[in-house]
């Protein structure tokens, strides 16, 4: 049984506590709403950009003279997989998440017995996957100390893979990272991004027989295009991602929030029932040491 | 036409009616008119003309252009509405094409653009 002391410490720190996850929430709320806009503003450019490859992809005929990037290396057998997380904690499943689909792809990989190679975005992505895929991790990256991401990050990234590309370093690459779909949910994508992946047409009507005129030809303007949709892919991740991040952290700590102020519900009637058994006790004992008087 | 101005950041400008857009495309400049044919196009470094009653102009540092179905996309790395860009920027410009033109491992299509946007730009700075 605590002592009157005891719960009144507990209550005090619960109290604080759930300040400091209030205040994250706040802050977390506002940052989401600027992620999200940045979010929505740059899908037109990734959707009018897969479009566009969609469209040349469709018009070339012979699909060996194709640049790699779009056709592949015909083979399949070296994964490379970036996995891109947040480099901060405290938000929700939002990292587990990504690890989970990451670990379960990287699990398939090596039972068919391919080789796999992981670069890592972001410190706690890097920390969840050392146990247990240490080995395969070849390169960690992390923009901890930048306080917004732009496309040149994104740039780098893609200048890394397809400098390994053109050592034929990999066949396959893949990138991890969460849709923001809504505040509450968010959901673990695994895209793959080289090969380009030949999406089901859904706009099919718009594709049919538009007859194109290229300059210069399709295959110049591909090999150029393709690194820039590579480019474009990882900064829509990195916008997805922040969005999430931002999404999940209000949603967790709008929950500790909740979780505190029912904990200190409970300890306050706690703390109230033995201020009175304490009074009550004490009552007994005068009248009791009275009456044998 | 519908035109369109994007960058991986934001749509920077989006209009209807428009007649004519100029744009610096790679084997010269191309001049897009309402109806055209559909067409893909690079884009080297060079100014962006949309024709309205009152012309804006852009500076772009190259991108793509897409036409289809009477709509203009440009997607563009960078862009910039001339009205703001300052002299530092333009110096900043310069001097990123100049350390490209420098690097050993530049390619000539590299070294091209990075010419042809000191040239731009240089011509941005005398009017």
Do not use: W
Not at chain 2, 41 to 70: H, Q, S
């Amino acid at each position: 049984m605590p002592s009157l002391k005891d719960l009144r410490n507990r209550i005090t720190s619960v109290k604080s506590t759930q300040k400091i996850t209030k205040a994250m929430k706040m802050v977390a709320a506002a940052k989401l709403r600027k992620a999200q806009e940045s979010a929505e503003k740059g899908r037109a450019y990734s959707e009018k950009m897969n479009l566009i490859i969609n469209n040349l992809k469709n018009s070339i005929t012979d699909i060996n003279s194709a640049p790699k990037l779009l056709a592949g290396t015909g083979k399949d057998e070296v994964h490379l997989c970036i996995v891109m997380t947040a480099d901060r904690g405290l938000c929700g499943g939002f990292n587990t998440n990504i690890c989970k689909k990451a670990r379960e792809y990287f699990k398939q990989i090596l039972k068919n017995n391919k080789k796999l190679k992981i670069i890592t975005v972001g410190s706690k992505g890097a920390d969840q996957l050392r146990r247990g895929f240490k080995d395969y991790i070849i390169e960690r990256i992390s923009y901890k100390n930048l306080k917004n991401i732009s496309v040149n990050e994104a740039s780098e990234i893609t200048s890394k893979v397809i400098t390994m590309f053109n050592k034929e370093e990999f066949d396959v690459c893949t990138i991890f990272y969460n849709k923001f779909k809504s505040v509450i949910s968010q959901e673990p994508q695994a895209q793959q991004i080289i090969p380009v992946e030949s999406q089901e047409v859904t706009q099919k009507e718009n594709v049919e027989d538009v007859q194109y005129e290229f300059e210069p030809e399709e295959n110049e303007i591909l090999e150029h295009l393709l690194p820039q949709n590579i480019t474009t892919q990882i900064f829509k991740a990195f916008l997805e991602n922040a969005a999430s991040e931002q999404g999940s952290r209000m949603s967790a700590m709008d929950n500790a929030t909740r979780n505190a102020g029912d904990l200190i519900d409970k300890l306050t009637i706690n703390y109230n029932r033995s201020r009175q058994a304490v009074i009550t006790k004490e009552l007994i004992e005068i009248i009791s040491g009275a009456e044998s008087l | 036409m519908q035109v369109d101005i994007v960058t991986p950041e934001r749509v920077l400008f989006s209009e209807k009616e428009i007649s004519m857009v100029t744009v610096p495309g790679i084997e010269g400049q191309m001049g897009i008119l309402d109806q055209h044919l559909p067409v893909v196009t690079f884009l080297k470094p060079g100014v962006i003309n949309v024709e309205k009653n009152e012309n804006k102009y852009f500076f772009t540092t190259g991108g793509v252009v897409d036409f289809k179905d009477n709509a203009l996309s440009i997607l563009c790395q960078e862009v910039f509405d001339i009205k703001d860009l300052s002299n530092e920027k333009i110096n900043e410009l310069k001097d990123r094409a100049s350390n490209k033109i420098k690097d050993q491992d530049s390619t000539d299509h590299d070294l091209f653009i990075a010419n042809t946007m000191i040239d731009e730009l240089n011509l941005l700075q005398s009017k």
